[in-house]
């Protein structure tokens, strides 16, 4: 039996919705996890480590699609992102409001896993990293976050 080619349309068409909302919901769901406050545990920029009074400092915000990063509670960058968590490694762009890098726009990937968001980043303009390491003069950046715990009662 043949499939009267409007029927395959109507099929495809399904298929492509379908396949939207599951990315539009895997996207919500990662902006969900990445929602709260956040330490730095670690980084790296050129495959240099960052200092530990640096490192201390750094706390950053996420809510919705809007990230605020401070340095000893001053506005170090904040940035719109956009992610894509279809990816392998995960898209994340960080499209630069306020700070430092204002106007331009970084290009990374990062990983989600329980308390701990990774991510790596090209410097303004480069290309978007495939892995998270970085090497000395890449100007690239690797950096690791921790959640905050809310205490208790709050």
Same mark, same amino acid.
């Given at each position: 039996?043949?499939?009267?080619?409007?029927?395959?349309?109507?099929?495809?068409?399904?298929?492509?919705?379908?396949?939207?909302?599951?990315?539009?919901?895997?996207? !919500?769901?990662?902006?969900?996890?990445? *929602?709260? @406050?956040?330490?730095?545990?670690?980084?790296?920029?050129?495959?240099?480590?960052?200092? @530990?009074?640096?490192?201390?400092?750094?706390?950053?915000?996420?809510?919705?699609?809007?990230?605020?990063?401070?340095?000893?509670?001053?506005?170090?960058? !904040?940035?719109?992102?956009?992610?894509?968590?279809?990816? *392998?490694?995960?898209?994340?762009?960080?499209?630069?409001?306020?700070?430092?890098?204002?106007? @331009? !726009?970084?290009?990374?990937?990062?990983?989600?896993?329980?308390?701990?968001?990774?991510?790596?980043?090209?410097?303004?303009?480069?290309?978007?990293?495939?892995?998270?390491?970085?090497?000395?003069?890449?100007?690239?950046?690797?950096?690791?976050? !921790?959640?905050?715990? *809310?205490? *208790?009662?709050?």
């Amino acid at each position: 039996m043949k499939v009267p080619h409007i029927t395959c349309l109507l099929l495809c068409a399904v298929f492509s919705l379908a396949q939207m909302f599951a990315i539009d919901d895997s996207v !919500k769901k990662d902006l969900a996890e990445m *929602a709260g @406050e956040w330490t730095l545990v670690s980084g790296s920029a050129s495959g240099h480590p960052m200092p @530990e009074p640096l490192v201390k400092g750094m706390k950053r915000i996420c809510q919705g699609d809007e990230i605020t990063t401070r340095m000893n509670g001053n506005l170090y960058f !904040k940035a719109k992102i956009t992610i894509d968590p279809s990816k *392998a490694p995960k898209t994340i762009d960080y499209q630069m409001i306020e700070g430092f890098n204002k106007g @331009e !726009k970084q290009l990374g990937i990062y990983e989600l896993s329980g308390g701990t968001f990774k991510s790596s980043f090209g410097a303004p303009g480069a290309e978007r990293p495939t892995d998270f390491t970085t090497k000395p003069g890449d100007g690239r950046t690797l950096i690791v976050w !921790k959640r905050v715990r *809310a205490e *208790a009662g709050k």
